[in-house]
């Protein structure tokens, strides 16, 4: 579209604005969010806690070193609730330790 001219749509209600808003952005939103919580939470145990993939309120955790393994589950729990508290609704319902 070229400045000045006139937008193809015009919106009137929200439920317009939803309409053209799909899943799909909706959940690649969620996991980019995901991976910066994820940077966030863990802080320098991100080098051991590496995030592999998310799938059905699961996150599928890639750890090397079996102390940083035993650390992740004792700290499960928590670190889910932290995470949670990030979305408007809470999705991530457990970590699964992949090798």
Do not use: C
Not at 10 to 33: A, D, F, M, P
Not at 45 to 57: E, I, T
Not at 83 to 97: G, Y
Request: aromatic share 10%.
């Amino acid at each position: 579209m070229k400045f000045g001219q006139k937008p193809p749509v015009i919106w009137h209600e929200t439920k317009e604005l939803r309409s053209g808003y799909s899943r799909l952005n909706s959940q690649i939103s969620r996991l980019v969010l995901l991976d910066n919580l994820w940077q966030q939470k863990t802080g320098n145990k991100a080098k051991f806690w590496q995030l592999h993939a998310a799938k059905a309120g699961i996150i599928y955790v890639k750890v090397n070193v079996p102390a940083a393994r035993h650390e992740l589950l004792l700290k499960e729990k928590q670190l889910i609730k932290e995470l949670n508290a990030n979305f408007d609704k809470p999705w991530i319902k457990t970590i699964s330790i992949v090798q």
